[in-house]
């Protein structure tokens, strides 16, 4: 089933702007161009290049943290950084984001990275939260009360998901994380030697 499949019908430019929103794989590969782009671009100044690779740092353990915890569609993760908040994989990709447009002093990116922001992440959680919804039911509603969608609250209690510890065999295969680090840090040292 195609992630457009219960909305509306659309037509012409508007399906093409829909399908384009709700594409996993377009979000994916936009993100990973933006990184590469500004760090290739880049005009780091000393302070904002620190800063900057200091945020990107914390999104990428995010990233780590959460990766680790997660076992897609077969159980709700709500411990780890799933007890914070709802989607801690996009908090740690803001973060990069946030990291490299800063690091990289390109005004211009902050404007690309919220129009990319804008463009992916609400349909991406409305989707993802009604899709946890369909798998997990109660258990996700209880969790979801308690745990705001991106911003961070203090865990209540663990409302029956799943209790995991981080696993490094997870964070590698579910999601390929230790190549995005990879990736990332190569895109810093070419902001750094810019």
Same mark, same amino acid.
């Given at each position: ?6 909305? *509306? ?19 994916q ?5 933006f990184v590469l782009? =500004?760090?290739?671009?880049g005009? *780091?100044q /000393?302070?904002?290049l620190?800063?900057g ?11 780590l $943290?959460?990766?680790g ?5 077969k ?5 780890? /950084?799933?007890?914070?908040v ?16 800063m690091?990289?002093?390109?005004w211009?990116?902050?404007l690309l990275? =919220?129009?990319l922001?804008?463009?992916?992440y609400?349909?991406?959680?409305a ?9 997990f039911?109660e258990?996700w509603?209880a ?8 911003i /961070?609250t203090? /865990?209540?209690?663990?409302?029956g998901g799943?209790?995991s510890? $981080?696993?490094f065999?997870?964070?590698l =295969?579910?999601?390929?994380e230790?190549?995005?680090v ?13």
């Open positions: 089933m195609a992630r457009t499949d219960s909305l *509306p019908e659309a037509h012409g430019i508007q399906k093409i702007i829909r399908n384009l929103r709700y594409h996993e794989a377009s979000r590969w936009f993100a990973v161009l782009l =500004v760090s290739i671009m005009e *780091p /000393p302070i904002m620190y800063i690779t200091g945020i990107a740092a914390v999104g990428t353990l995010i990233r $943290w959460a990766s915890h997660v076992m897609k569609n159980e709700l993760a709500t411990d780890g /950084p799933y007890a914070f709802r989607h801690p994989l996009y908090v740690g990709n803001i973060l990069l984001l946030v990291g490299f447009s690091a990289s002093s390109l211009w990116s902050y990275m =919220v129009a922001l804008l463009f992916y609400p349909p991406t959680i989707y993802e939260d009604a899709k946890l919804h369909d798998f039911g258990s509603e969790w979801s009360k308690t745990t705001h969608a991106l /961070p203090l /865990p209540k209690r663990t409302t799943g209790q510890s $981080w696993s065999k997870k964070s =295969v579910q999601n390929g230790p190549i995005i990879a990736y990332l840090i190569g895109c810093l040292y070419l902001l750094y030697n810019s």
